[in-house]
């Protein structure tokens, strides 16, 4: 008897979940759902990338600095680039920003002599790169960064520069 019950009773939960598992949900969003969600605004408070691009033969990497003061970057070159000129770090206003840069096959590793306060932007400024590949349009740049008070690299983006057909 008590077989008959279990049984009876495992069949009807597995009966019932089996019914409210394949039962199609139906969801409709009405017009004062959807004017709600237009205005959902996210703020962002880590360093991000905010542009990034080519200006005649130099390469640029646009980086806001939000949240904490930013110690250092670390660029990672695209496999496509053969070489460049220089690197040349600006703020926001234009002005060149003092700091120490190593350059190998691989990287740029950029430490600022001061700390960049939170609230600013930098530019790194590649000037005139040469590719390998020539016919190659699109070279991606890998950031990363250390911020002040935080150990270890804080991944930023990817920075992607469009080269432009020359005509």
Do not use: W
Not at 6 to 20: H, V
Not at 43 to 67: L, M, W
């Amino acid at each position: 008897m008590k077989g008959l019950i279990f049984g009876s009773l495992s069949a009807l939960i597995l009966t019932t979940s089996a019914a409210a598992i394949a039962t199609p949900v139906k969801y409709q969003q009405s017009n004062s759902d959807t004017h709600t969600v237009s205005q959902i605004a996210l703020k962002v408070n880590v360093p991000h990338i905010t542009n990034s691009g080519v200006r005649n033969d130099t390469h640029f990497i646009r980086v806001a600095v939000v949240g904490m003061s930013l110690q250092d970057l670390m660029i990672s070159l695209p496999t496509q680039m053969e070489s460049f000129d220089k690197v040349r770090i600006i703020d926001q206003s234009g002005q060149e920003i003092a700091a120490k840069t190593e350059i190998n096959k691989e990287r740029v590793s950029i430490t600022f002599d001061q700390p960049v306060n939170s609230g600013g932007s930098v530019e790194v400024q590649f000037t005139g790169v040469q590719r390998r590949i020539p016919f190659e349009k699109i070279l991606l740049y890998g950031v990363t960064a250390k911020r002040v008070g935080l150990n270890g690299d804080i991944p930023i983006g990817t920075a992607r520069i469009d080269i432009p057909d020359k005509g």
